[in-house]
């Protein structure tokens, strides 16, 4: 049976059912997922940005998902009502933090991230980082994943206090 994680993601149903439903997912059910729904996720968890409209949803460490090699992808942020990636490479002597709008880095193929840096000659050398098609569903699988247990996470810790 074919899930259609749009909808299956905002019904009333237990947050273990949630996770069941988002593991059994395959990539093709996952590349389904619309902005729309990224934009929910983002306007329900996320968090409004100092003196901004603008809202972000950090991953945690668990979630945080990468391609193996030099890179991972450190939230999802909606900017002026667009969706933008934020991804953290690794280079040879230092780090870079970019942003990638959300369009081009689930066009359909792999993604291939260029970041420069310049050595102590001035010259700017290009770094790349890839994600495949299964980077990126591994990648929605575990923004599903940070979406459940943030919104449970803090209805629980209101719930304490």
């Known amino acids: ?3 259609d994680i749009n909808i299956e993601l905002f019904k009333r149903y237990a947050p273990k059912k949630k996770g069941d439903i988002i593991s059994s997912l395959t990539p093709t059910e996952l590349f389904a997922i619309t902005e729309d729904t990224i934009k ?3 306007k329900e968890v996320g968090n409004r940005r100092y003196r901004s409209r603008e809202k972000e949803l950090q991953f945690s460490s668990e979630y945080k998902i ?3 090699w030099n890179s991972w992808i450190e939230s999802i942020g909606m900017y002026n009502n667009r969706l933008y990636i934020t991804i953290y490479m690794q280079m040879d002597s230092t780090d870079v933090t970019y942003m990638e709008e959300y369009s081009n880095f689930f066009k ?6 260029k970041a420069f840096e310049t050595n102590r000659y001035g010259d700017k050398m290009p770094n790349y980082c890839h ?3 299964t980077d990126k569903a591994r ?3 575990s923004l599903l994943y940070q979406y459940v247990q ?3 996470f803090k209805k629980h810790s209101n719930n304490e206090k």
């Not at 359909?108 to 991230?113: C, F, I, L, T």
């Open 1 to 3: 049976m074919k899930t």
């Open 40 to 42: 929910r996720i983002i």
């Open 66 to 68: 990468g391609n193996g």
């Open 108 to 113: 359909q193929g792999e993604y291939v991230g």
């Open 131 to 133: 994600y495949t098609e």
């Open 139 to 141: 990648y929605v699988r």
């Open 150 to 152: 943030m919104k449970y």
